[in-house]
Nanobody
Framework: QVQLLESGGGLVQAGGSLRLSCAASGGTFSRLAWFRQAPGKEREFVGVVGWFSGNTYYTDSVKGRFTISRENAKNTLYLQMNDLKPEDTAVYYC????????????????????WGQGTQVTVSP
């Protein structure tokens, strides 16, 4: 049974940093991604990493501030978030796909088979 367990969320002031973790178990994945959902908004893509290639892609709003990494031996995905802004406030979700995806498909929630429960990130002004 596949499980994704996020941790590391919290409250931080603007300009601060947080690191989220996602422990994955029970499966083999091609890509792991981070999405986020703010109140009243749709879930949106943040970034993705190819589990074996290590290639990463980010949405434009987080480029240069957020970094995705993975530790294959621990089956753990990370999201290092620096220079946080109030508009980064959201529930952050880890997602995993076992399918072979084109890069263009990585941005869509429908491309992922498994989801974590989410962790809240709140950035105060």
């Amino acid at each position: 049974q596949v499980q994704l367990l996020e941790s590391g969320g919290g409250l931080v002031q603007a300009g601060g940093s947080l690191r989220l973790s996602c422990a994955a178990s029970g499966g083999t994945f091609s890509r792991l991604a981070w999405f986020r959902q703010a109140p009243g908004k749709e879930r949106e893509f943040v970034g993705v990493v190819g589990w074996f290639s290590g290639n990463t892609y980010y949405t434009d709003s987080v480029k240069g501030r957020f970094t995705i990494s993975r530790e294959n031996a621990k089956n753990t995905l990370y999201l290092q978030m620096n220079d946080l802004k109030p508009e980064d406030t959201a529930v952050y979700y880890c997602a995993a796909s076992a399918r072979i995806l084109a890069n263009s498909e990585s941005y869509y929630t429908r491309s992922y088979d498994y989801w974590g429960q989410g962790t809240q990130v709140t950035v105060s002004p």
